[in-house]
């Protein structure tokens, strides 16, 4: 009884160990797949009314920008913003913020190309172009209004 036990304990060690390299051996020789990047979020959010004004202009000194919002629909609680540019060294770079409108009509804002920390600024250069997404939030919902714009 006993060899009887031993040899059917030792086949099934030999099948969990068989079976267990098989499934080892098997995944190490599958080819690896390709990484698949998401794609951008779209936004299905409805558009912002076209009679918006939006401007953005470099500073002199290259590190920041000036971006202005005119003709603001009243109603509009707060202004979502997205910049995205890439650097003189093609590294893809961006910042986002919000602004409380408070019922105005026009908003300046200086958006800086760049990061700070502990009041160290690290500028980018080289930056010849932003794409400028504002999201104009309402208490019945949300627009979107996406732009580029040159700073050469």
Do not use: W
Not at 135 to 147: E, I, M, V, Y
């Amino acid at each position: 009884m006993k060899n009887k036990s031993a040899l059917i304990i030792s086949v099934v060690v030999l099948a969990v160990v068989l079976i267990g390299g098989f499934l080892v051996i098997k995944n190490l020789t599958q080819p690896v797949a390709p990484v698949i990047e998401e794609e951008e979020e779209v936004s299905n959010l409805p558009p912002a009314d076209p009679s918006i004004e939006v401007n953005v202009t470099p500073k002199a000194d290259g590190k920041a920008v000036i971006m202005m919002i005119s003709k603001i629909p009243p109603g509009t609680q707060s202004i979502e913003y997205e910049f995205n540019y890439t650097t003189g060294e093609g590294l893809p770079k961006g910042t986002i913020g919000k602004i409380d409108v408070n019922g105005k009509s026009e908003l300046e804002r200086e958006i800086l190309l760049g990061t700070c920390s502990k009041n160290k600024c690290t500028y980018d250069t080289g930056v010849t172009s932003v794409n400028v997404v504002l999201r104009f939030n309402h208490p019945d919902g949300a627009t979107q209004l996406s732009k580029d714009f040159s700073l050469e």
